[in-house]
């Protein structure tokens, strides 16, 4: 009995000074060994060309989990799948990330494309909720108890909202969601990164601790996250690393998306955590923040000391992507200002005298009158309803850390609508004024009110 004791220890003794040999304790070693399925779901929310970086994303996302060993019937994949054959992209077919120029685009599973690429659909492929989907692959997350998922989400945002092409996804409808998929029990442990303005507001005060859901989001609750490699046209300066001269006004990538992406290019998965990825991606997107952002973190933290391998497989080492360090600089553009850069570069490239020239004119002026009639229209409506002194502070105001954006979801939901109806649809740029809107209802203000106060506004 005692000599069998003996080998048992030094059989333990033995594959724990091989497991530390190979770079990973034995803990480390078991996990990875006993993961189910990994599973993933890439979301890039946008269309149009002047939101190229967001399908880039998706697609350079997609590249790192099938070169990790993750099955395309794992892995469910949504974009609207009008860049790569864009009449404006110069390089037809082809979609690239990094101003290094690598193609993503190739042999990416289109599962949802166009108008199916919505929060119903996606809230369907999460519960794994078959007959309620519409359109696309069918495609769904049908994932077991022992199973790993990992989400990547990309797109604009704004407070307690990230977009779809047509349509919202509000904070409160995703965490239900988690929820319910928690509920299920068809998970061991699910990662989620957020690429948005105010990304942090999906999560803060509203996904709680016991779900085994990890998240990093672009930027904290109150902030833009930011458009990298982005060239302007007519001989301009390269902001960061200079993509390819045709890609003139078209940001490649996002910043936190490209940082944790190129991270995983570059790192042993088997040995880097998730924690070594989030402090990778933090320094990288906060190296200047008059240009960046401040990645957070929500959820499970706990989940931070695991490795990536067993959420995004693992790879040889890649260097084809060289990534910024921290120290460098990091200018880029907010992500709710890329539509003016993209026609403000189109203006200042096409000869004078055109009709191109004539045109993009025509359209910057418009965009930048767009943007200044949301900002006159919400702020006449904070002083009908709070006064001249007090309706900038009230709409401005911010609340505490850990505390929800909104108290009543619905009255948010409707002011929207009822904005909308009223002063037309928000852009990416006007989203940001949906938290005077979640103000609003904080502060108790009555249906019929504001539709009188959103009427006055928008009708003067």
Known sequence: MIFKYNVCVVLLVVLSIWANIEGRSVSKFLTEETVGTKWAVLVAG?????????????????QILKKGGLKDE?????????????????????????????????GVPKDYVGEDVNAENFFNVILA?????????????????????????????????????????YANDLINVLKKKHASGTYSKLVFYLEACESGSMFDGLLPEGL???????????ESSWGTYCQMGAGGPCLVECPPPEFKGVCLGDLYSVAWMEDSDAEDRQTET???????????????????????????????VDVL?????????????????SESSSQNVDQRDVELFYLTSKYQ??????????????????????????DNSVKHIGDLLFGVEKGSEVLQHVRPAGQPLVDNWDCLKSYIETFEVHCGKLSSYGKKHIRGIANICNAGIESEQMASAIAQACSS
């Open 129 to 169: 909720n078959k007959s309620g989907i519409t359109g696309g692959s069918g495609k769904v997350l049908n994932s077991a108890p022992n199973d790993h998922i990992f989400i990547y989400y990309t797109d604009h945002g704004g407070p307690g909202i990230i977009s779809m092409p047509t349509g919202l996804v």
């Open 74 to 106: 794992n892995i469910i994949v949504f974009m609207y799948d009008d860049i790569a054959n864009n009449t404006m992209n110069p390089r037809p077919g082809v979609i690239i990330n990094n101003p290094h120029g690598q193609d993503v685009y190739k």
């Open 212 to 222: 085994n859901i990890y998240v990093t989001t672009a930027s904290n609750p109150n």
């Open 46 to 62: 946008s269309n149009g060309w002047f939101n190229y970086r967001h399908q880039a994303d998706v697609c350079h996302a997609y």
């Open 274 to 304: 998730l924690n070594d990825q989030y402090n990778t991606v933090a320094n990288r997107t906060a190296a200047n923040l008059t240009y960046g952002s401040h990645v957070m973190q929500y959820g499970d933290t706990v989940l931070s």
């Open 309 to 325: 391998f067993q959420y995004m497989g693992a790879a040889s080492v890649n260097h084809s992507h060289v990534s910024m360090n």
């Open 349 to 374: 490239d096409s000869p004078e005298g055109s009709d191109e020239h004539f045109e993009t004119r025509v359209k910057l002026i418009k965009a930048i009158a767009e943007r200044s009639q949301v």
